[in-house]
């Protein structure tokens, strides 16, 4: 047992180890305080940088107008389901985005289409004065008339004159091919740029829909008569609905065609397995893949072409940009299927309308996209090749109309 000198003197000495260490504790936890105090100052200041630039980069607006998009919360655990649709009201109503939930995989893309900051800078700022670009992506609306129109160029290059009905009809000249002797011509329509009106976002069961009404008169003076155009896209679990009214409200016959130019996904990446069914049996020869004009020939569909068979076949390497007609229907819809087997995805493309006559295939083998275009008329509609042969233009007197309808199914093959 120790002292009581040497316990006093040791009792002192644990005193002062104490409160030195408390000291220091006290010191390091100011230190400590300190630190954190200045981190969350420079974090505070970081954030206050970032934000407005982050609000200065959120696209609210393309094309001059708001965007719309329509939601949906999915529900099923089981099945793949829509979940959402945008739409660019200030881009001829332009799908720039739908999107879909499939359990166990979560939400994936429809269509091929960059972001909204993307999509922005390319309508916005990139685009050519007829709004080329609009069919580079997501799905535009063609009206009125999809496809490719050939004519006599005029001297300065920009427009082009063909006759219908012994009428002339001028159309910008908005594309031509990259070969040395390409011609240039009419193509996809005239309402790229077209703005929407009376648009109106409404809850259906299950969903929700747009309405929207172009006043398109004569198209900026390219067309014959006055047409208005009512649009209607509804998302629901299991379909996305379009639909597109044609009504000649002038004083004169007019022709009309409807279509669009959507890029289909291939979540996969790998298009080489990715597959296609296109119940056409015959298929419309074109003079090459730069003009891709149509040779008034239409031949039996057979090798890469035949894609009757009820899973189609492999995309492989080929290439199309091609036309089928003689189009088979069942429970009167004609359906093109996108099948990834390698994503465990599909995409059903239902055309409703029976004034649907031909479908358009773009599938180049460096891109993972397929473009499906289900549209009235053959290409170059007006074009003499043809002869006498129903192009699939049809004719509206005053007072009557069209209606254009195309369903979406997305499933698990």
Not at 309 to 321: C, H, I, T, V
Request: aromatic residues 8%; proline residues 6%.
């Amino acid at each position: 047992m120790a002292a009581p000198s040497e316990y006093v003197s040791r009792t002192r000495e644990n005193r002062d180890r104490e409160a030195i260490a408390e000291e220091s504790n006290r010191i390091q936890g100011w230190i400590q305080m300190k630190l954190v105090v200045r981190t969350l100052s420079l974090l505070s200041l970081v954030a206050c940088m970032i934000s407005p630039m982050g609000s200065a980069q959120a696209v609210t607006e393309i094309g001059g107008e708001k965007i719309v998009t329509l939601t949906r919360t999915p529900s099923s655990t089981t099945k793949p389901e829509f979940t959402s649709i945008t739409i660019l009201p200030g881009r001829g109503m332009e799908l720039q985005q739908v999107t879909a939930n499939f359990p166990g995989k979560g939400k994936v893309d429809v269509l091929a289409s960059p972001d909204l900051a993307e999509s922005a800078k390319m309508l916005d700022k990139d685009d050519t004065e007829n709004g080329d670009l609009g069919y580079r992506l997501g799905s535009a609306f063609l009206v009125p008339y999809p496809n490719r129109i050939r004519g006599k160029l005029s001297a300065d290059g920009k427009t082009l004159t063909t006759e219908w009905q012994g009428k002339t009809i001028t159309l910008p000249a908005n594309n031509i091919g990259k070969n040395a002797d390409a011609e240039r011509h009419a193509m996809h329509g005239l309402i790229l740029k077209a703005k929407a009106t009376d648009v109106k976002v409404t809850k259906i069961l299950g969903g929700q829909k747009v309405t929207a009404i172009f006043h398109a008169g004569d198209f900026g003076g390219h067309w014959l008569s006055k047409t208005d155009l009512v649009y209607s896209i509804s998302l629901t679990a299991d379909a996305v609905d379009a639909t597109i009214v044609a009504r000649n409200v002038g004083d004169e016959p007019e022709p009309m065609a409807i279509g669009w130019h959507p890029y289909f996904n291939l979540p996969s990446g790998d298009r080489t397995q990715a597959r296609l069914h296109i119940p056409g049996s015959e298929l419309a020869t074109v003079d090459n893949y730069d003009n891709v004009f149509p040779t008034g020939k239409l031949i039996p569909v057979e090798g890469q072409y035949d894609l009757r068979a009820p899973d189609g076949k492999p995309l492989d390497n080929n290439f199309y940009d091609d036309n089928w007609s003689k189009l088979e229907r069942k429970n009167g819809a004609v359906t093109v299927k996108v099948i990834d087997p390698a994503a465990h995805y599909g995409v059903d493309i239902m055309g409703l309308s029976p004034e649907i006559k031909t479908i358009q295939a773009y599938a180049p083998p460096t891109k993972q996209f397929v473009a499906i275009e289900h549209q009235y008329n053959f290409g170059d509609p007006f074009g003499k090749v043809w002869g006498s042969m129903d192009t699939g233009m049809i004719t509206l007197k005053p007072g009557q109309s069209t209606k254009w309808h195309v369903r979406l199914h997305v499933f698990v093959p």
